[in-house]
């Protein structure tokens, strides 16, 4: 491939990207994540990815989109491969991605493998020259999740439409490389495939064994290596596969040029006969036991390989070229910043190692839909990647710095990668902790029920970190200086950076009281932070009509304060507003671009916070938002409402002012996503849905399954409010509507209320 030379003469180590383009079929259903993302609507997002610096591009060509009934069009291939030719961006083509083909195919169909073939011949006759392809990326797991789980299309649910769809799959990608070959003849296949390994108990290792050895399949059959001493030979037969077709991949082998290793941290398994250690829907099993099957990160005392074990295992098995064709991690952007980084990482300690890694891919460039659920429902629950696509133009996301960074072999500093990822951390055990050595095959080894922290492994699987510094080091870094520890959103931010590994200091006014100057320089001299939440304030609308200077002091100089302080020490600050700037005229939800028209002081004190932070640091984050529902915070009006109505208790609310009510936990883990990305300005952040105090009690108690005909709905004069409100302050978004729809957020409050992580 293409690319300057590493040490030694090899080929540099290249940047890709990829964009998450699954065309998967569930019933007569196709979930498209390029509709969905937008892009197949955007021709300038190809300039976006250029502009990161990447190489390679894995992009779509896909049969379902271009050929539906038999007939390509190629008019939107032609206008984005045409435009990536331009860009200087190698494509990476794929033909089919997660699916089954148009409908009058599928993967049980014999078909497949022809219909395929000539989709491929036309694509390589329209584009003589591109020269890498995918044409089924990772068949093996399509195969898992259309044949064996019954997750999509043809929904088989054993073994022998497991075997079928695999093989049909591998046919199909020797067929369809065979014709692109006959066009040109320089053409390469990269194959993809996610490899997770499973981890076992001793009672288990037959079937960890099983499935050590099926993960390899795709891959061995298209390297001819499935013959008769094959250990899972056996298994294919008994599964409906004949000796002579399995001989036709040992005949005729069509080795893939560069082996693409998607790794997820949940792909990795562990599997325990022991199902009181596990929450019910994690058990399952075998014909011979009963077992439960977990995410091995959450039990391996000592973690597990990531993408360096698996790096190594693929060059020992095969000793051909390796990429990393998928980085990703759904989550918080830190998380994500620290999964990319240690992702290439490992790639540069494998090159180090002597293992020949051509590229680190930062894979669903404009992240992914519902693969929370396997994609098998339009749930609208959206991943983030380098861009987010949730404003009106895709909007670079931190992880964009980190992507042009590496393209460019330059540093990349950010804060939050002086903590290693979740995976790396204590906190990731759930569940009593076991030891297995990563080297071996399935390889369990005795329980290690005293704690992880005796049961480190051998150092082969230790992931390997941008500083060369092992991420096992917990390494704290400069902290996040929230004020407002009294406060419901204070509380909330201290709780959140906790769980997300954000060192963080919660400061009451003793310890910085934010309009007093030679305050707030004393406490950001002595925790020297890199970024400031100002989550303090006064929050009593209807008293700071009785005491505006109090209000004003709190809510607009104490503010102000922190922006020059922050913006003297380039810090990055985050500071609160309110949907009470509104004066309520409206009938549409206000965007961020709508003048600031408050009725009462505390709007007043808002409206002049927003004014002097930007003006003072133009830099800084300022965030309106709503009516909070918090799940550590009972004295918030949902929990009133909810207590007083299972109480038997009547209680009001008013039916004529429209708020756009907020979750804490999805308001703070989006603040601090856009404090990472280095965003600035006004923003809007609320639960999608506008609706009267009223109808928010009303859609809780239902929720709940609690009686509301006490609920009393009510004019807000008759609830002798002293503060006007706003008839209406819903809240819109020009920048983007990052948060979920309220009855998402309801429905996660009545859970996480009662104890369960806010995430």
């Known amino acids: 491939m293409s690319g300057g030379a590493g040490e030694g003469g090899a080929p540099a180590l290249e940047i890709w990207g990829g964009v998450e383009c699954t065309v998967n079929r569930v019933g007569d259903a196709y979930h498209d994540q390029l509709e969905r993302s937008g892009h197949a609507r955007r021709l300038d997002d190809l300039d976006r990815f250029a502009e990161l610096g990447i190489r390679a591009l894995r992009y779509p060509v896909l049969w379902e989109r271009t050929a539906p009934d038999g007939r390509a069009r190629f008019a939107w291939a032609d206008a984005r491969l045409g435009r990536l030719r331009e860009l200087g961006v190698r494509p990476i083509v794929g033909l089919v991605h997660h699916g089954s083909g148009p409908p009058g195919t599928s993967l049980l169909d014999p078909s497949f493998v022809e219909g395929l073939a000539r989709f491929a011949r036309a694509v390589a006759e329209r584009y003589p020259w591109v020269e890498d392809y995918t044409p089924v990326n990772e068949p093996l797991t399509t195969a898992r999740f259309s044949g064996l789980y019954g997750h999509w299309y043809p929904h088989g649910q054993d073994g022998r439409a497991f075997v079928r769809a695999l093989l049909t799959q591998c046919r199909a990608i020797a067929a369809a490389m065979r014709a692109v070959r006959g066009v040109n003849p320089r053409a390469r296949l990269v194959q993809t495939e996610d490899l997770g390994k499973t981890f076992s108990t001793p009672l288990l290792a037959y079937q960890a064994e099983h499935e050590n050895h099926r993960r390899w399949l795709s891959l061995d059959l298209l390297m001819g290596r499935v013959d008769r001493d094959h250990p899972f030979y056996p298994q294919l037969l008994d599964w409906g596969a004949s000796p002579g077709e399995l001989e036709v991949f040992v005949a005729s082998p069509c080795p893939p040029d560069i082996l693409g290793v998607n790794h997820y941290i949940t792909s990795e398994r562990f599997i325990d006969e022991r199902l009181e250690r596990y929450p019910s829907w994690f058990h399952g099993g075998n014909d011979r036991h009963a077992y439960a099957d977990v995410e091995a990160v959450r039990v391996v005392a000592g973690g597990v390989g990531g993408h360096l074990a698996r790096l190594l295992e693929v060059w020992e098995r095969y000793r051909r070229p390796v990429a990393i064709t998928e980085a990703h991690l759904g989550g918080s952007r830190e998380e994500q910043l620290r999964w990319l980084a240690e992702a290439h990482g490992a790639a540069v300690a494998a090159r180090a190692g002597g293992v ?404």
């Not at 906790?498 to 309009?515: C, F, Q, V």
């Not at 609308?541 to 004003?552: I, S």
């Not at 509104?582 to 206000?590: K, L």
């Open 356 to 759: 020949d890694v051509r590229a680190v891919t930062a894979w669903a460039l404009l992240g992914s839909f519902d693969w929370d659920s396997l994609v098998v429902r339009d749930r609208g629950r959206y991943e983030p990647g380098v861009f987010d696509v949730r404003g009106q133009a895709p909007r670079p996301t931190a992880l964009a710095g980190l992507v042009r960074a590496l393209a460019r072999g330059a540093p990349f500093e950010h804060p939050v990668l002086a903590t290693p990822g979740w995976w790396r951390r204590p906190e990731r055990l759930l569940y009593p902790p076991v030891r297995v050595e990563e080297g071996s095959g399935a390889a369990p080894v005795e329980p290690c029920d005293d704690g992880a922290a005796r049961c480190e492994p051998p150092g082969r699987g230790a992931a390997i970190e941008p500083s060369g510094r092992g991420a096992a080091g917990q390494a704290e870094g400069p902290p996040v200086l929230i004020a407002g520890a009294t406060g419901t959103l204070g509380r909330a931010f201290a709780r959140l950076c906790a769980y997300r590994g954000l060192p963080h200091r919660l400061m009451g006014r003793l310890d910085m009281d934010i309009a007093d100057p030679a305050s707030v320089e004393r406490a950001l001299d002595r925790h020297a932070p890199w970024a400031v939440v100002n989550a303090a304030g006064y929050v009593r609308v209807d008293d700071a009509e009785l005491e505006p200077h109090r209000c004003e002091r709190e809510n607009a100089s104490g503010p102000a304060v922190l922006a020059a302080a922050c913006r003297a020490r380039g810090v990055r600050l985050v500071t609160f507003s309110s949907d009470q700037v509104f004066d309520g005229t409206g009938a549409t939800p206000y965007v961020e671009t709508d003048p600031a028209r408050p009725l009462s002081a505390y709007g007043r004190s808002k409206a002049a916070a927003e004014q002097q932070v930007l003006s003072i640091f133009p830099t800084a984050l300022v965030v309106r938002t709503a009516a909070f529902i918090d799940p550590w915070d009972a004295s918030t009006f949902v929990a009133a409402a909810l207590r007083a109505l299972r109480d038997g208790r009547p209680f009001s609310a008013a039916e004529d002012l429209i708020v756009t009510p907020t979750y804490t936990p999805d308001l703070v883990n989006a603040a601090l996503d856009l404090l990472i990305d280095g965003e600035a300005g006004l923003w809007h952040l609320a639960n999608r849905d506008a609706v009267t105090w009223a109808e928010l009690v009303a859609r809780v108690a239902a929720l709940a399954r609690v009686d509301a005909r006490r609920l009393v709905r009510c004019s807000s004069h008759a609830l002798y409010l002293v503060a006007p409100r706003p008839r209406y302050s819903a809240l819109g978004s020009r920048r983007g509507l990052l948060l979920p729809a309220l009855d998402d957020a309801l429905a996660r409050y009545l859970v996480e209320r009662d104890g369960a992580p806010a995430r």
